[in-house]
């Protein structure tokens, strides 16, 4: 049921979109997310750009299941110290330049075919709580704008983020209250931050969830974190999958490994991370 389910983000096999394609059909997997394709965010392609990707993705007889695109990963307040994170190449901007990324956004989604576009919950702030309103507040006009443009925004748990974590997510999608906003389930980014994926993250997230990002990370003996390939980290793969499976998840899995190992290549970490999750799900 799984396998059946599965996609991959694109660079993360290769920078080359049309490799990355080919690889995908290769290993019989149904859906990509697009996110940086040929050097160039997806946010910042053209009309005729995002045909070509579209033409390029169902050509090959698979679907483009989202946009990871890098909206409101920015301070609500330029003004106040926050954390931050990888753009993957956009410069930093302020709140109002992001909404209107996400008009953009918008008419992206509809050319390449795709409702879902994957968002995040600003720069992380030295008191997320103290900001909580505002940030529902940014994120229910954003949810509206969607709404109208009937498309759906995926919210991920990225620790760099005020909604870094599981029960951030869940708290910020159950504020805005809109169908036009769910979460992005990455476990491998809950254990990246330190924290336990599985149980407690994800009965944090489970009823909030629409999607869900496949990694893997380790937690070193010096308290630093590094991404490792599926069912070698801190995530306990087979019992979540199988949680997921017993609880009635119907949604997708995009693996994102973020790993690369010593002397290989993106292409040959995913595949490692995608060699070891069909291993794990034989025991599921």
């Not at 910042?44 to 050509?59: F, G, I, K, P, S």
């Amino acid at each position: 049921m799984i396998l059946e389910r599965l996609g991959v983000l694109t660079d993360e096999v290769s920078a080359h979109f049309e490799e990355a394609l080919d690889w995908a059909v290769e290993q019989g997997l149904k859906h990509v997310e697009v996110r940086v394709i040929n050097g160039k965010n997806v946010i910042t392609l053209n009309d005729e750009q995002a045909t070509e990707v579209r033409r390029q993705v169902e050509a090959r007889g698979l679907f483009i299941s989202a946009m990871a695109s890098p909206l409101f990963k920015c301070a609500l307040d330029l003004s106040r110290p926050t954390a931050s994170g990888d753009t993957f190449g956009q410069k930093e901007e302020d709140v109002d330049a992001h909404f209107a990324k996400l008009d953009r956004a918008i008419q992206l989604a509809k050319l390449l075919g795709t409702n879902r576009i994957r968002v995040f919950s600003f720069w992380r702030e030295a008191e997320p709580l103290k900001y909580k309103e505002d940030i529902v507040s940014c994120l229910r006009r954003a949810a509206e704008a969607a709404q109208q443009g009937g498309v759906q925004l995926l919210l991920e748990n990225e620790p760099s983020c005020n909604g870094g974590f599981a029960e951030e997510v869940a708290e910020i999608v159950r504020g805005v209250d809109s169908p036009a906003l769910r979460g992005l389930w990455d476990p491998g980014n809950e254990a990246y931050g330190g924290r336990e994926a599985f149980p407690a993250g994800y009965r944090f997230m489970k009823d909030a969830l629409a999607h869900i990002h496949l990694k893997d990370a380790y937690i070193c003996a010096d308290g630093t974190a590094r991404c490792v390939p599926l069912g070698s980290g801190n995530v306990p793969v087979i019992a979540h999958l199988k949680a997921l499976l017993a609880d009635g998840y119907e949604g997708l899995f995009t693996i994102e490994t973020h790993y690369i190992p010593e002397g290989g290549s993106q292409m040959t970490g995913t595949r490692m991370t995608l060699d070891a999750l069909r291993a794990l799900l034989s025991e599921v």
